[in-house]
């Protein structure tokens, strides 16, 4: 066994099912044996962004390890902002990048790919992952590769391995995991019979769920827990899509201003409100109608609990699940289950489409051929989701960079083996949605609803004065073709229902419908946050 071999097979073990890369010099070596030996399939995309971008949410839908293969220098320094995405949203995804070899670096002349020195690649993704290890040691290496995916898995957070490229066929022993360290069951039973104390005393309980209930796969003991506890459950903004598929007493998704009014007090006004795996941001609570008190709140998040003015530490997700399910019996505590009403019923005329429309049809869609998962970039996409039933969601709701939805997709597809539905706006498309080329080789077949406004709208609401944020024409329905699919252009609602009828119909090819939306005509979410954000700052003011 080599290097290479011993690090696919460890990969693989801590829950890898698939690597997306581009090749380069220095990784030359260790893709040649990715592909003859066949351990993981590998995916090669067109441009590094793209490839974090697919690992990452391959990473969060498939629940395992996302794998990035790159190179050095040019490529992995050409990934950073998708690793720096994946850090912020908590998702374990492995950066492999070449480099040079032990003889390079000792030549005394400048490599090519250098930035300042042989060791700026790795400096730089210090701050941008929680472990990290330079493989030019085989004696080493497992054990340096078992710590570092551990810490992958444990955190779910990015990791970054370095295999310089005279080291790839080295020979090399197996890696054996390292075995989970046992909770203080001390620690671990105060902190859950305190938790239980404090919900029961509340006369307002709320379960919100976060995204650290997917990344460590407890959707299903969760979704018994809420039962148990007979608590109502939301998830946040950046938690929509939780709990699709499990029998949860789920109200929908804690949006503050831009939300359901009634639901947005329900949690406001909650007088123990349990943060479970939820990360507080300005993204999930920026936008709150009224300010939550986090020091009356539980909050389980990064390996502690927080009540009130102290924090039990080591206390892991899913420990604290396991026990709390341990200490609760189904309740007789019941309460109203009020699901939300989303929008369906197209109709299918001459209008213009709006966002709303959109999400109208995508229901409709859905109602008819079966749930998708979906990928969504930022932007009005984004908020226009919320308006469609439940169902699988990655997006980057709180790092919020453009370009994530289309190659998220082919990851979605990678790691599902499902047909994914992805939501992109015209400006994020101009990024990354000629990844879409790629799916013919690959044997994707993603549906692409593109809102086109020919515009960067979503800035355009914060500062309407600013001539920057309009966008030309590219007419992307027309350049499908070239790519591999099929596309087309729509501008009324007939049409709309039209094409994605023809899109669910059509297997073995992407399809790309281009929905031309008016400038300034927003979801009722987008547009709702927005007043509301305005309206929160200038009271501030």
Request: hydrophobic share 45%; net charge negative.
């Amino acid at each position: 066994m080599n290097l290479t071999e011993s690090l696919l097979g460890a990969l693989r073990d801590h829950g890898a099912r698939q690597i997306f890369g581009i090749p380069g010099d220095f990784a030359l070596p260790f893709f040649r044996i990715i592909e003859e030996s066949g351990i993981l399939p590998l995916h090669t995309l067109s441009h590094e962004p793209a490839v974090g971008f697919a690992a990452d949410a391959a990473a969060r839908v498939g629940q395992g390890l996302g794998v990035a293969a790159v190179t050095y220098g040019a490529g992995a320094l050409n990934m950073v902002n998708a690793v720096a995405a994946a850090y912020a949203e908590r998702s374990p995804l492995v950066v492999l990048s070449g480099g040079p070899g032990r003889g390079e670096s000792r030549s005394g002349l400048l490599l090519h790919h250098q930035a300042r020195s042989l060791d700026s690649q790795l400096e730089i993704f210090r701050e941008l992952t929680c472990d990290q290890a330079r493989l030019e040691d085989a004696a080493r290496a497992p054990a340096e590769i078992a710590r570092v995916l551990a810490a992958c898995v444990d955190r779910s957070l990015p990791v970054y391995l370095e295999l310089p490229r005279d080291m790839a066929a080295a020979p090399c022993a197996k890696v054996s995991p390292l075995p989970t360290a046992p909770p203080d069951r001390e620690v671990l039973d105060a902190c859950a019979d305190e938790v239980l104390a404090r919900l029961s005393r509340a006369r307002s309980p709320v379960l919100m769920v976060g995204i650290e209930v997917r990344r460590y796969r407890l959707e299903e003991k969760v979704a018994e827990l809420a039962h148990r506890l007979g608590v109502p459950t939301v998830t946040s903004f950046m938690g929509r899509g939780l709990l699709t598929g499990a029998d949860a007493p789920l109200l929908g998704t804690y949006l503050g201003v831009a939300g359901d009014p009634g639901l947005t007090r329900l949690v406001e006004d909650s007088d123990g409100l349990f943060l479970l795996g939820e990360l507080v941001s300005d993204t999930n609570f920026g936008a709150s109608e009224r300010s939550i008190d986090l020091r009356k709140t539980i909050h389980a998040w990064e390996g502690e609990v927080k009540l009130g003015y102290h924090a039990y530490q080591g206390v892991r997700l899913a420990d604290l699940v396991d026990a709390l399910l341990a200490r609760t019996a189904p309740t007789s505590r019941h309460f109203a289950v009020s699901r939300p009403v989303y929008p369906r019923g197209l109709v299918a005329d001459g209008a213009p489409i709006a966002p709303a429309d959109l999400a109208a049809a995508v229901n409709d869609l859905m109602a008819t051929h079966g749930t998708m998962p979906i990928a969504s970039d930022v932007g009005d996409c984004l908020f226009t989701a919320m308006d469609v039933d439940q169902t699988e969601l990655v997006a980057p709701g709180y790092y919020a960079t453009m370009g994530f939805g289309v190659p998220a997709g082919l990851g979605l597809q990678a790691a599902t083996g499902r047909r994914p539905l992805v939501l992109v706006g015209d400006g994020a498309f101009q990024m990354t949605g000629w990844e879409l080329g790629n799916c013919r080789r690959l044997g994707f077949d993603p549906i692409v609803l593109v809102f086109n406004n020919q515009s960067w709208e979503m800035l355009r609401t914060f500062q309407p004065q600013s001539r920057f944020n309009d966008l030309d024409d590219w007419k992307f329905a027309e350049m499908a073709a070239g790519l591999g699919g099929d596309g087309v252009r729509v501008r009324t609602r007939a049409e709309l229902a039209q094409a994605l009828a023809r899109a669910a119909a059509t297997r073995g090819r992407f399809q790309l419908v281009e929905a031309m939306i008016p400038r300034g005509v927003l979801s009722p979410t987008l547009k709702n946050f927005v007043e509301g954000v305005k309206r929160l700052n200038a009271g501030k003011a």
